[in-house]
């Protein structure tokens, strides 16, 4: 059940009612650190803010929301409990605001949310809380959710299409104007589901009319991209869950509009970049990130241009990543690096063979991460699966020459991402 009193067609979050959620939130939430990066200023030859959401209670911005929405009900339509579906961050959110408003809740997440993630959401609600593990992406969990409760009293609360969610997101805009330096001349968005995008977009398009707003989404899961580009709400029949804070299908009705109207566009990031930055701003900034929350950083490559002596502000949206996933991070990071490759590679079937792939195919700096081959005595080559670390993206054509040369090259296993989702 949701309360009653639905926005109507055209619905956009204004001021007031963003100024109120900020007064529901006083007291339960950070206001998190708007702080100077000298070294991705010096980088990308811009002045690079980051708004620190990681550092929120639930270590993500999801908590405004949740909280907005949870304390804008009345005592009655609580008298059932809350619902919702979530990913991770969403549901630490409902289940900090249950906690703290001593209400009942069950929480439905994916069977693939990240144990992290799982077990940070039960530590937070406690007894309070019930979790329900359905679905394999958010989409099928937040179907699973809305036929569970359709009969029941509880309020749901959407993890992005809802108004009062949106209005609690719009506290961000309002703080980072409010903490700004000056004038901010871009401002990076993670974009998901859209309420983000949508709540702070609303605030700083209003007040600051100058500013640029992009969405960033990854790229294995940019509904909001296609949504904008087909001029209407699209479900993506794949997706890429890796970025599990941001993968959708499908965007909100609501949110679609409002981000229509207050992004200047949405761009897209590819799943490595994420990991590259993840790994960059822990070992260079200290700071630990999740997949979602290094999006609107590791989209300033891109924009390297455009913002170059410009003041930009990117929002670190979440900080709730599984080092569980470290190893699956650093893959990915190295393969769009351009320093790790699989091949197949076909080994004559002599003795030496081997040996000779070592000492004339392999670089002084390339390594043997991966190494799968059996003997097949009644044919003349025995395929091999092999990856290979090299130092730097130049090595990777000289080692293919020296394979071909010398008759070890079989197949170049990065270009076949049908055949690579069994490696990475």
């Not at 007064?23 to 811009?46: K, N, Q």
């Not at 036929?147 to 609360?157: I, L, N, P, Q, T």
């Not at 965007?251 to 490595?272: A, D, N, Q, S």
């Not at 003795?351 to 070592?358: E, H, V």
């Amino acid at each position: 059940m949701n309360p009653a009193g639905a926005p109507a067609a055209g619905w956009f979050p204004g001021p007031e009612a963003i100024r109120q959620a900020a007064e529901r939130l006083d007291g339960v939430i950070v206001r998190t650190p708007l702080e100077h990066d000298a070294r991705l200023s010096e980088d990308y030859g811009a002045e690079v803010l980051l708004k620190r959401e990681d550092l929120q209670p639930v270590r993500s911005y999801k908590i405004r929301g949740a909280y907005n929405k949870i304390r804008s009900c009345t005592e009655a339509e609580l008298a059932g409990g809350v619902s919702c579906a979530s990913a991770g961050n969403h549901a630490q959110g409902v289940a900090y605001a249950c906690r703290k408003l001593g209400i009942r809740g069950t929480i439905y997440m994916p069977r693939t949310t990240p144990a992290q993630k799982f077990e940070r959401v039960r530590a937070i609600g406690g007894s309070l809380i019930e979790i329900v593990l359905t679905g394999d992406v958010y989409d099928e969990t937040e179907q699973a959710a809305l036929e569970r409760v359709a009969g029941d009293d509880s309020v749901f609360v959407h993890a992005f299409d809802d108004a009062r969610v949106i209005e609690g997101q719009g506290t961000l805009g309002r703080e980072i104007l409010d903490d700004a330096p000056g004038p901010i001349d871009f401002l990076l968005v993670p974009v998901g589901g859209g309420g983000l995008a949508a709540g702070v977009g609303s605030w700083v398009r209003e007040d600051s009319p100058s500013t640029r707003i992009i969405g960033v989404e990854p790229a294995g899961a940019a509904s909001m991209r296609a949504s904008f580009d087909r001029g209407a709400v699209v479900t993506l029949e794949a997706m890429d869950p890796f970025t599990d804070g941001a993968a959708v299908r499908t965007v909100g009705t609501l949110t679609f509009p409002i981000c229509r109207r207050v992004l200047e566009r949405v761009v897209t990031v590819p799943e490595g970049r994420i990991c590259s930055m993840i790994l960059r701003m822990y070992n260079e900034h200290g700071i630990i990130v999740e997949p979602a929350g290094a999006l609107s950083v590791a989209a300033l490559e891109d924009l390297r241009e455009e913002i170059r002596g410009k003041r930009v502000v990117a929002i670190v949206s979440g900080g709730n990543n599984d080092f569980r996933r470290i190893e699956e991070i650093r893959e990915r990071a190295l393969i769009h690096e351009g320093k790790k490759h699989y091949f197949i590679v076909r080994f004559p079937q002599r003795a030496g063979a081997l040996r000779q792939f070592l000492n004339e195919v392999l670089g002084p700096d390339d390594d043997i991460t991966h190494f799968a081959y059996s003997k097949k005595t009644d044919r003349e080559r025995g395929p091999a699966v092999v990856g290979l670390e090299l130092k730097d993206r130049a090595a990777l054509e000289p080692l293919m020459d020296r394979m071909k040369a010398l008759g070890f090259f079989g197949e170049y296993l990065n270009e076949r991402p049908d055949l690579m989702r069994y490696l990475v």
